[in-house]
Structures are given as structure tokens and as C-alpha cells.
């Protein structure tokens, strides 16, 4: 952008960017605040205010002007399936953000109707029937009108799914199919599905059945992976942790981020963990992983870093807070602690998926056997996720033996479900927030999008600030929330140590990574409501711009083309932004206090000067008179 006042130079150390005029947020406790920063090779080589970068400026230089907007570094998703998400995007119909199931029926109806014969309708997580002004799910007759003849597979959170009658025939179910394991297809009196599908507590069924729609070629998945990243872009992303997850197989389902890195075509760097797919084959698959790849093999684009968010399946929890907490099998420890053995022998970190503190108890049991061993950590990164209802002894625990935390907006969508459950009183402190930071642990904060929560990453700020869910139910009172400054380290400097890269980006500091957005609102400034609808209008990873709105489109980074053609991104593209809350009432009340005042104050003026009555004669009204 061309920027008066600033004269181009041949310089030996000019800048590849400059970005001047802002308020930049550093994160940096040396120098919290400045105006202005300069990127060369990746790395920021100046911050302070527009005079310490002018210098900088040559002529390939590209200058943004913030135009005294906020500036904050890049945020990172600590818990997000982004690899899964990006093999997926262009597949799906997004209701992220979507404000009533009419508006999201309408959406569907019309993408029946532009989805080829073979393919499917997939709405798949990011949204809460919550948030719809119904407060209600969408009926099965609802589908089969909207779309009589094309699949349709509606995926509410990890407890069910809705499908119409064309999906449950793609999907091969009828009378006869057997339910699976920890899970329930619903029958009518005659015996045949109906349409809805529960998970019970395992979400495995919900998996299982999005798994036989058709899935993208070698080509469009690198199409629709950067179309993806572009989207994380959007909101301010520029680094994320991938949490593996099911049917996410390694190596196949990672090479299309590990061609894309190679292209040097990724807008995110990413982190990636490793997941074993196999129940009684985890050991198997977590040698064989060992013996290909190592931790922190890769670079600051793509790297490796470590095992999880599952490591045996006989461990794993739940997240469906529709159903009873789940019991694992009496003996699981046996086979978890071998895995935990063989990764800490061969100096791999690892994550684990647990949602209740009984099931953190019993890894906690494991790992002090260890300890007491001489080999837990053995100087090896690693954290619990989630933790719903991890108790006080249990964080004494973690610190004890030098773990982590990674918690994640789950209750903005699932709140309501957990009240119900749980009570408010156990919301209060789900997951206790203030209590992991004030232990000293290293609490970093994500979404685990895409099947469950949103990406937006604002909404996730908004929870953590307000502790309100996407339905305005307050959930945490204020001895659980955290200060604005607070949840933003927790979306950028903390996720930078659970990867062992805090030296290297979180903060806007010479020498450190250049990545940083420049926010469409104040994020500091900005009433609580208005922060789920903060964008980036200008987002930059590694000194490259590579999302920009508004007044800066079109100096991002070009993309191919959006295809398939008949792609619900195509139509409709991803999150359904809605505009931030009105002021128009607020303003209007203040304006009316504003005219009440200066009426008082103009009839003391008149008084003084005798032209009215020093006091107001009372007024006689018959009809208040008893």
C-alpha cells in the first residue's frame, strides 16, 4: 500500500514488510506496546513506533498502514483437526455462525439441490442448536423435505446425527443392521431407523457413518486444505496444533499438508500429533511410527510433535455430556502403561484426550509409577486435554510431574447439555480455569474444531473472558473467567511452549517469528458481546500476507480456484458471520440522557434569570389521584 511521508530506499537491510500506524499488542513484557514493526526473512527485525521502521523500507518493501487499528501477534489454535478439517472443508455445509435452523434448512435445501447424484449434504460440527433462535434440532421430516432424493448427514456435536432417508439408505442401514458398539440407531415401531443416530455414550457410530460418504481426490484435497488454511487466516490463525483424531490415518491422510509444505503452499504452520486408529494394535502403530519419524522432525511449517490426543482406545473418554459418564474397562492400565513406557524410552512427548477426572486420576496413577522409575517425563513435553472435571488434587498432580493443560471452548457449545447433566454449580469450574493458571502450569487454549466447536477462535475468547456459551448462558461466574490480555496468551505464547517453540513466536520481539493480524475491532476496547465477531482484515505468517480484507484485498496471497464447482463453500463460503451487536439502543438512551440534561440545565438558566419559577410548581393530574 503506498504510504505518504515514506520514501523508498535501496537498502542492504530493507524490510519485506512493514506494517506502520498501528496499535500493536507485542506480548512482549520488554516492550508491550508500539506502533509499528518491520519482517525480513521471516523474522521481525524492528519494533517501535513509525521512525524506527522508515529506514527500513526499500523499494520491494511492502508497507501496510494499520490505520491506527489493533495489531496483536498471529493466535494458535493449541487443539485444533485441522489436517481432517482441511481433507473436508469443501465437502461441507458450515452452520458455524448460522443464527436460526430456518436460515440453516433454506441453506440446505438449496444445496440438495446443487449437489451432484452420488454425493452427499454433510453438516458436520461447529454449531449448537443452542445458538438457533428454535433452540431445537432439525426433525428428520425437515431433511426429507428439504432434500427427498440426495443424502443428507447432520452431525450435532459428539451426540448425534440426523439423517434423512436417502442417507440412510447410501449408509447401507435398515432393519436388520445391528447397533454398534456405545452406540443406538433409534427404530420406529415397525423396526426401521428413523433417521436419528446417538452416540452412547461413543461417538464411534457418528464416525463410522460419515465415513461411507464419498471423499475427495488426491488434488482437490490439496484445493480444498488451502482453501481451509485461508479460512483459519480469516480469523487472525497463523499457527495451529493438529490433534489427530479418528480416521486419521498416518502416513496417507497427511500428505497432502506434507505436499503442500513441500510447495511451500501452507498459509499455517502446523504441529501435528499421531493417533493410533486400531483397538489392540496401538503398540503396533506407535513402533512403527517411531522407528519412521521423530518428534520436532519437520521445520517451523510442518512438524512432528509427539503422540496422542489417544494413545489406547481402553483409555480413552467421552465428551457427550448428553449421556452418564462412561466406565472404562477395570484393567486398561496394563497396555496404557506400555505405550506411555515406550514413548518416554524413545523421547516422544505425547497429549491425551480426557474429559473427566476420573480417567486423569488413573494416567496420573501410571505416570508416578513411572516417575518413581526415573522415566516419566524424562524431559519429554506433555499434557492432558479438556479436563471438564479435573479436580484440585489431580492439578496438584500434573504439576507435580511437570505436565500441561490445553483446554478448549467445548461448553460454549455444550453448556446447556452439561447444566443438565451436571448442575450449575459443576459448569462453575468446567474446567477450572483460573485454578490450572494460578498453579503455575502452562494452560494453552484451542477450539477442537471442526466436529465439535467452531474454528472461529474469537468465540473461544469470548468463553474464556465471559464464560457465556453460544446460547448467552453464563456458565463460569467470575472466579473462572480470565482478563482479556490473559485468554489472548493462552491463544498465542502458550500454544507456542506445548510445541517448545516459545522462543521462537507468541510474541512480537526481534528475532522472533513474523506473524501477527491486523483485527477488524479493538479487541481490548470492544464490549464483551462484539468479541465472537472479530476478524482479521489483514493476517501475516512468516512476513507473507496471506488473508486480507476490507480496504487490503487482494494483497494476500492468491488461491486456485474453489472447486468442486457444486461445493457448499462455493455457495455459501464458510462461517456465517453476523454483524456484531447494535449500539442503536444504547446510543439512543444515551442521547435522551444527554437531551434530559441539558433540558435541566437550561431551565436553571432560565431560572436565574427569572423567567420561570426557582422551583417547579407541582402539577395536579386527576387520574393519579387516589
Not at 465437502?91 to 435445501?109: F, H, I, N, S
Not at 426429507?144 to 432417508?165: C, E, G, I, K, W
Not at 488454511?229 to 486419521?248: C, K, M, P, V, Y
Not at 492400565?333 to 480417567?359: C, I, P, Q, S
Amino acid at each position: 500500500m503506498p504510504v505518504g511521508g515514506l520514501t523508498p530506499r535501496a537498502t542492504d537491510d530493507a524490510a519485506d514488510l512493514v506494517v506502520r500506524n498501528a496499535k500493536i499488542h507485542t506480548g512482549d513484557p520488554r516492550r508491550p506496546q508500539a506502533g509499528a514493526l518491520a519482517v525480513r526473512g521471516g523474522v521481525i527485525t524492528a519494533v517501535g513506533d513509525d521512525r524506527d521502521v522508515a529506514g527500513l523500507v526499500g523499494p520491494a518493501t511492502r508497507v501496510v498502514d494499520a490505520l491506527g487499528r489493533r495489531v496483536i501477534p498471529g493466535l494458535n489454535d493449541a487443539h485444533l483437526h485441522v489436517i481432517r478439517g482441511g481433507l473436508n472443508y469443501v465437502l461441507e455445509l458450515r452452520w458455524d455462525g448460522v443464527p436460526t435452523l430456518r436460515q440453516g434448512l433454506a441453506m440446505l435445501r438449496e444445496q440438495a439441490a446443487r449437489t451432484p447424484k452420488g454425493q452427499w449434504v454433510r453438516v458436520v460440527g461447529g454449531w449448537s442448536a443452542e445458538q438457533f433462535a428454535e433452540r431445537r434440532l432439525p426433525t428428520v421430516a425437515e431433511l426429507n423435505a428439504a432434500a427427498p432424493d440426495t443424502p443428507v448427514f447432520v452431525l450435532h456435536l459428539y451426540q448425534s446425527a440426523v439423517l434423512n432417508r436417502a442417507a440412510l439408505k447410501a449408509a447401507g442401514y435398515d432393519k436388520h443392521t445391528p447397533d454398534p458398539r456405545g452406540g443406538q440407531i433409534v427404530r420406529g415401531r415397525d423396526g426401521e431407523p428413523t433417521g436419528m443416530l446417538l452416540a452412547a455414550p461413543s461417538a464411534l457410530i457418528l464416525y463410522s457413518t460419515l465415513a461411507k460418504a464419498p471423499v475427495l481426490d488426491a488434488e482437490h484435497r490439496k484445493t480444498s486444505t488451502r482453501h481451509f488454511l485461508r479460512e483459519l487466516n480469516r480469523f487472525g490463525l497463523t499457527s495451529a496444533i493438529d490433534a489427530a483424531g479418528g480416521f486419521q490415518n498416518f502416513p496417507e491422510n497427511y500428505e497432502t499438508v506434507v505436499d503442500l509444505a513441500w510447495e511451500g503452499e501452507l498459509s499455517l504452520r502446523i504441529a501435528y500429533h499421531l493417533f493410533p486408529q486400531t483397538a489392540g494394535q496401538e503398540i503396533d502403530d506407535l513402533s512403527r511410527w517411531i522407528s519412521m519419524i521423530r518428534p520436532e522432525d519437520g521445520d517451523e511449517w510442518l512438524r512432528l510433535n509427539g503422540a496422542g490426543e489417544n494413545l489406547t482406545w481402553a483409555a480413552a473418554d467421552f465428551e457427550n455430556f448428553a449421556e452418564p459418564r462412561p466406565e472404562h474397562d477395570p484393567d486398561y492400565e496394563a497396555e496404557f502403561e506400555k505405550a506411555v513406557r515406550l514413548l518416554m524410552e524413545n523421547g516422544w512427548g505425547f497429549r491425551l484426550h480426557a474429559t473427566y477426572d476420573e480417567t486423569i486420576r488413573r494416567d496420573l496413577a501410571v505416570f508416578e509409577k513411572l516417575a518413581a522409575e526415573g522415566l516419566f517425563p524424562g524431559g519429554n513435553r506433555w499434557l492432558f486435554d479438556h479436563a471438564e472435571t479435573v479436580s484440585a488434587d489431580s492439578l496438584d498432580r500434573v504439576v507435580a510431574l511437570g505436565g500441561a493443560m490445553s483446554v478448549q471452548n467445548r461448553l460454549s457449545f455444550q453448556g446447556e447439555a452439561f447444566v443438565r447433566r451436571y448442575g450449575i454449580g459443576a459448569a462453575a469450574d468446567a474446567p477450572p480455569v483460573r485454578a490450572m493458571l494460578g498453579r503455575g502450569l502452562t494452560v494453552a487454549a484451542g477450539t477442537d474444531a471442526t466436529r465439535v466447536s467452531s474454528y472461529n477462535p474469537w468465540i473461544a475468547l469470548h468463553w474464556l473472558v465471559t464464560g457465556r456459551t453460544v446460547g448467552d448462558l453464563v456458565l463460569h461466574p467470575p472466579h473462572n473467567r480470565v482478563d482479556r490480555e490473559t485468554a489472548l496468551e493462552m491463544f498465542t505464547t502458550a500454544g507456542a511452549a506445548l510445541t517448545g517453540e516459545q522462543d521462537r513466536k507468541g510474541i512480537l520481539r526481534p528475532g522472533f517469528l513474523g506473524d501477527l493480524t491486523v483485527l477488524s475491532e479493538d479487541y481490548f476496547t470492544v464490549p464483551d458481546a462484539a468479541i465472537p465477531h472479530i476478524e482479521a482484515l489483514v493476517t501475516v505468517v512468516g512476513g507473507r500476507v496471506v488473508y486480507a480484507a476490507g480496504e487490503y484485498e487482494g494483497i494476500d496471497e492468491a488461491l486456485p480456484p474453489l472447486t468442486p464447482e457444486w461445493s457448499p463453500v462455493a455457495r455459501f463460503g464458510g462461517y456465517q458471520a453476523a454483524p456484531a451487536p447494535g449500539r442503536a439502543g444504547a446510543r439512543q438512551a444515551e442521547l435522551l440522557g444527554e437531551a434530559a440534561a441539558e433540558s435541566a440545565q437550561h431551565r436553571q438558566w432560565r431560572a436565574r434569570r427569572g423567567l420561570v419559577p426557582e422551583h417547579d410548581t407541582p402539577v395536579h393530574d386527576p387520574c393519579f389521584t387516589l
